[in-house]
């Protein structure tokens, strides 16, 4: 990474796909409406930055650092978060599609997912304790020795957890998609 240093700067309907995105730390930057889809954004870093209205689809975030970062209402698309930089990591997504992103092994206690379409998500061995996920869809997002302790799930649907296989104490969930819990028993319930 360079020694730029980008500063409470907005970035409006900027199209990087076609130009990069320059190399250097943003802080307390505004994007809207900007196009990310495909762009090496390796290195970056971002502290105290809002994504509103973006598409990040297969961008590259190879030890990108993601120091408390919004993400409202943007396209995210098969993202590996886990190839980000760990230190310091702080998302929070809201009104996002994160469908085929993954969250491998990474610890994002207290993250807050609101509104998002969650599809086919990899939450294997991460650290969501205490994190909640607001109204969102889970179909077909992989739960497997997660941490989900004090996880509020009251109002996601269509996830399929193992709880023998996933820590879930004092987790909290509600009807009918509590019934998400017992899937892997191949009941019925009426």
Sequence with gaps: MTDRFIESQVFEKEDFSKKGLEEGEYDDCHFKSCVFSGVELSNLCFVDCHFEDCDFSLAKINETAFKDVKFSNCKLLGLNFNDCNPFLLSLNFESCMLNLASFYKLKLKAIQFRNCSMHEVDFVESNLMSAVFYN???????????????????????????????????????????IGLLGKYDIKIT
Excluded: H, W
């Design 136 to 178: 969102c869809d889970l179909n077909g997002a992989m739960f497997e020795n997660t941490n989900l302790e004090k996880a509020d799930l009251r109002t996601a649907r269509a996830y399929s957890i193992d709880p023998e296989i996933n820590q879930i104490k004092k987790a909290k969930f509600s009807m009918p998609d509590v």
